[in-house]
């Protein structure tokens, strides 16, 4: 059974060290990870590979009676053994910065590194003197050493949390308790528990390290792999002793033991898998006390999509990481557009990683130092770097739906500007139209009647400074119908009886708001194209009413007059030539869109009705007309 426990334990010790060594050499490229080598750690690893590497050899090849350079083998793997407490309490001795900052420290450090190297060189003298290697009194040196050594210890870490404690104290324990049974050079009757606690309390040692610096070299998913495989290698080796112990009365190699036996091996393979699964929750939940990360990255992301501001977006996702962390602060801070994003160097007690933003500037989360002994581990990590990766997308989901919708704010600035423009550049058509027009009239009535046309030339300078005045966008319909009857009182002196006018526009709708010469130019029309041809004139009649059409509001404003009218053809030829009525159109179109209409309705000898339909309620084109000031005109 020693031998059985010699072989199995020293084998599975130097898989258990090289796969630490590889991890500890292995240059992870995923971010976060760190790529930084921690010697500690690095020189755990070699001390426990070199020890059971040696100790194999040394020990199963002595009982086969070989005994060449076996000494030397011994000499090497006991000294690398005595080493291994020594690297344990340098380690419980660092700071957060890896580093041994007070004397009383480094005095403790010191004392713990001369007792191994003291151990060292006693196994070393034992073999150039041809004693037993390994030497006894090296042995007990490690033993009572570190047993005293440990009150020191105790006393400068009495501000660390009692686990980790407890764990480094009780490696520092179980490791004299094997030295000393390897005083007693290996006695061929010792019992099996005393054998296999003598030869393998360096796996303690190493989880001891491994609790002080796990986040250095992936040694949480060591712990996981250790683990598993320590568990995996007790539930074989019970099987196989205990299928032994049951077949001790007959053969061994009979088909029905070969057959037992695959099915052990079968089963402990097919097991394999819930094995690692319960390993890996209880280091994760228990030993490490990691959050569920799926569960905290799911929150954040969904808590995300509904942010629209960067800055609270980062403030509630740091929120979230605290507790999960067991942070004492996660911030965020801003990295201006010309400076470069900071080197990110994991540590053991905080961490920054830089958000991967796409444009200018950037932004940085920094976690803080953790409580209760918390450590970041390489999880945490590769979780930081999937919680950055998460607000980045987002940070960039929130830039561009603002600098969307800033375009969106200046497009319709652009597109306000160019309708402001059309409007003023189309009544710009109309002005020099109206005033050729009204100046034909005053030169006739120059000809034909000075005095009048003294009193004319006078209400068209008032008509001009009204139309002058009337530089908005809109106007009054009030305003409008004041302008209009300046109009036709000059047009009354050229036609005399010849023109008659009728306007119905209730009070209580004059102060409704239309574009500016909107109807001068139908009123226009009506005298110049419809009552001037017929030699007894006709009548120009002006109706305005407010529709209620389902839950709107509709102004109608009809122009009607008796005039010769005209054919479809006609009018279509008639529109064609003049700017008018397809100027009133395009101003409607730029104003109200869809919700406005000009309708034309015309026979020759019967006149023509031309109507228009506006919004009354001031809406024009997705905003609302201000209700103007302003005096009504009666």
Same mark, same amino acid.
């Given at each position: 059974?020693?031998?059985?426990?010699?072989?199995?334990?020293?084998?599975?010790?130097?898989?258990?060290?090289?796969?630490?060594?590889?991890?500890?050499?292995?240059?992870?490229?995923?971010?976060? $990870?760190?790529?930084?080598?921690?010697?500690?750690? +690095?020189? %755990?690893?070699?001390?426990?590979?070199?020890?059971?590497?040696?100790?194999?050899?040394?020990?199963?090849?002595?009982?086969?009676?070989?005994?060449?350079?076996? !000494?030397?083998?011994?000499?090497?793997?006991?000294?690398?053994?005595?080493?291994?407490?020594?690297?344990?309490?340098?380690?419980?001795?660092? !700071?957060?910065?890896?580093?041994?900052?007070?004397?009383?420290?480094?005095?403790?450090?010191?004392?713990?590194?001369?007792?191994?190297?003291?151990?060292?060189?006693?196994?070393?003298?034992?073999?150039?003197?041809?004693?037993?290697?390994?030497?006894?009194?090296?042995?007990?040196?490690?033993?009572?050493?570190?047993?005293?050594?440990?009150?020191?210890?105790?006393?400068?870490?009495?501000?660390?949390?009692?686990?980790?404690?407890?764990?480094?104290?009780?490696?520092?324990?179980?490791?004299?308790?094997?030295? +000393?049974?390897?005083?007693?050079?290996?006695?061929?009757?010792?019992?099996?528990?005393?054998?296999?606690?003598?030869?393998?309390?360096?796996?303690?040692?190493?989880?001891?390290?491994?609790?002080?610096?796990?986040?250095?070299?992936?040694?949480? $998913?060591?712990?996981?792999?250790?683990?598993?495989?320590?568990?995996?290698?007790?539930?074989?080796?019970? @099987?196989?002793?205990?299928?032994?112990?049951?077949?001790?009365?007959?053969?061994?190699?009979?088909?029905?033991?070969?057959?037992?036996?695959?099915?052990?091996?079968?089963?402990?393979?097919?097991?394999?898998?819930?094995?690692?699964?319960?390993?890996?929750?209880?280091? !994760?939940?228990?030993?490490?006390?990691?959050?569920?990360?799926?569960?905290?990255?799911?929150?954040?992301?969904?808590?995300?999509? #509904?942010?629209?501001?960067?800055?609270?977006?980062?403030?509630?996702?740091?929120?979230?990481?605290?507790?999960?962390?067991?942070?004492?602060?996660?911030?965020?801070?801003?990295?201006?557009?010309?400076?470069?994003? =900071?080197?990110?160097?994991? %540590?053991?007690?905080?961490?920054?990683?830089?958000? =991967? *933003?796409?444009?200018?500037?950037?932004?940085?989360?920094?976690?803080?130092?953790?409580?209760?002994?918390?450590?970041?581990?390489?999880?945490?990590?590769?979780? &930081?770097?999937?919680? *950055?990766?998460?607000?980045?997308?987002?940070?960039?989901?929130?830039?561009?739906?603002?600098?969307?919708?800033?375009?969106?704010?200046?497009?319709? #600035?652009?597109?306000?500007?160019?309708?402001?423009?059309?409007?003023?550049?189309?009544?710009?058509?109309?002005?020099?139209?109206?005033?050729?027009?009204?100046?034909?009239?005053?030169?006739? &009535?120059?000809?034909?009647?000075?005095?009048?046309? &003294?009193? %004319?030339?006078?209400?068209?300078?008032?008509?001009?400074?009204?139309?002058?005045? @009337?530089?908005?966008?809109?106007?009054?319909?009030?305003?409008?119908?004041?302008?209009?009857?300046?109009?036709? !009182?000059?047009?009354?002196?050229?036609?005399?009886?010849?023109?008659?006018?009728?306007?119905?526009? =209730?009070? *209580?709708?004059?102060? $409704?708001?239309?574009?500016?010469?909107?109807?001068?130019?139908?009123?226009?029309?009506?005298?110049?194209?419809?009552?001037? =041809?017929?030699?007894?004139?006709?009548?120009?009649?002006?109706?305005?009413?407010?529709?209620?059409?389902?839950?709107?509001?509709?102004?109608?404003?009809?122009?009607?007059?008796?005039?010769?009218?005209?054919?479809?053809?006609?009018?279509?030829?008639?529109?064609?030539?003049?700017?008018?009525?397809?100027?009133?159109?395009?101003?409607?179109?730029?104003?109200?869109?869809?919700?406005?209409?000009? @309708?034309?309705?015309?026979?020759?000898?019967?006149?023509?009705?031309?109507?228009?339909?506006?919004?009354?309620?001031?809406?024009?084109?997705?905003?609302?007309?201000?209700?103007?000031?302003?005096?009504?005109? @009666?």
């Amino acid at each position: 059974m020693s031998e059985l426990l010699n072989l199995v334990g020293l084998g599975a010790g130097a898989v258990l060290y090289a796969m630490l060594l590889a991890m500890v050499l292995r240059r992870d490229r995923r971010p976060g $990870l760190g790529r930084r080598v921690d010697p500690l750690l +690095l020189t %755990t690893a070699v001390l426990g590979l070199v020890w059971n590497l040696c100790a194999l050899p040394a020990y199963e090849l002595s009982r086969l009676g070989v005994r060449a350079f076996l !000494d030397p083998l011994a000499v090497i793997g006991f000294a690398a053994l005595g080493f291994l407490p020594a690297v344990v309490v340098l380690s419980v001795l660092r !700071d957060g910065h890896d580093r041994i900052e007070s004397s009383p420290r480094w005095f403790v450090a010191a004392a713990a590194t001369t007792i191994s190297a003291l151990a060292a060189l006693l196994h070393v003298r034992a073999a150039a003197l041809g004693l037993a290697v390994p030497s006894a009194l090296g042995m007990q040196l490690l033993t009572y050493g570190y047993v005293f050594l440990a009150v020191p210890v105790a006393i400068v870490t009495r501000h660390q949390p009692g686990a980790r404690r407890a764990l480094w104290i009780a490696a520092l324990s179980i490791f004299a308790v094997s030295a +000393l049974h390897l005083s007693q050079a290996h006695r061929a009757d010792g019992a099996w528990p005393i054998e296999l606690l003598g030869h393998h309390a360096s796996v303690p040692l190493a989880l001891a390290i491994l609790y002080q610096d796990y986040p250095f070299a992936l040694a949480d $998913l060591f712990l996981k792999r250790a683990l598993t495989l320590l568990v995996l290698i007790t539930v074989a080796f019970l @099987s196989v002793t205990g299928f032994h112990s049951a077949a001790m009365t007959g053969s061994v190699g009979g088909p029905r033991e070969v057959g037992s036996l695959v099915i052990l091996w079968v089963a402990t393979a097919v097991s394999f898998p819930r094995l690692q699964a319960a390993i890996g929750w209880f280091v !994760d939940a228990v030993v490490l006390h990691r959050p569920d990360y799926d569960t905290v990255i799911t929150r954040i992301a969904r808590r995300s999509r #509904e942010e629209v501001e960067v800055t609270s977006l980062l403030d509630r996702a740091c929120e979230q990481l605290a507790p999960a962390l067991s942070a004492q602060t996660v911030g965020w801070d801003e990295i201006p557009g010309d400076a470069s994003p =900071p080197r990110v160097e994991p %540590t053991r007690l905080s961490a920054s990683i830089v958000i =991967p *933003a796409t444009e200018t500037p950037q932004y940085v989360l920094r976690v803080g130092d953790l409580t209760g002994g918390r450590r970041l581990l390489s999880g945490d990590h590769a979780a &930081l770097q999937s919680i *950055a990766a998460i607000l980045g997308r987002r940070i960039d989901a929130i830039r561009l739906t603002h600098e969307r919708h800033a375009r969106q704010m200046r497009e319709q #600035e652009m597109s306000k500007l160019a309708t402001e423009a059309e409007l003023r550049a189309l009544r710009s058509q109309i002005n020099p139209h109206f005033l050729f027009n009204a100046l034909t009239t005053i030169g006739y &009535l120059i000809q034909t009647a000075p005095d009048r046309a &003294l009193e %004319t030339l006078m209400r068209l300078t008032s008509l001009l400074r009204g139309v002058l005045r @009337s530089d908005g966008e809109f106007t009054t319909l009030g305003a409008e119908l004041a302008l209009i009857e300046s109009y036709l !009182d000059i047009e009354r002196v050229r036609f005399e009886q010849r023109l008659v006018v009728h306007i119905d526009v =209730p009070p *209580a709708v004059r102060h $409704l708001q239309v574009p500016p010469l909107l109807l001068q130019p139908i009123v226009e029309n009506a005298v110049k194209h419809g009552l001037a =041809p017929k030699v007894d004139g006709g009548s120009v009649e002006i109706v305005a009413r407010v529709d209620t059409i389902g839950r709107r509001s509709v102004l109608t404003v009809t122009v009607r007059d008796t005039g010769m009218g005209a054919t479809q053809a006609e009018l279509k030829r008639g529109r064609a030539q003049g700017v008018g009525l397809d100027n009133i159109e395009r101003r409607l179109a730029a104003c109200y869109g869809a919700s406005a209409a000009l @309708s034309i309705v015309t026979a020759r000898g019967h006149g023509t009705t031309v109507e228009i339909r506006i919004p009354a309620n001031g809406e024009t084109n997705g905003r609302v007309l201000p209700i103007a000031k302003g005096r009504h005109i @009666s």
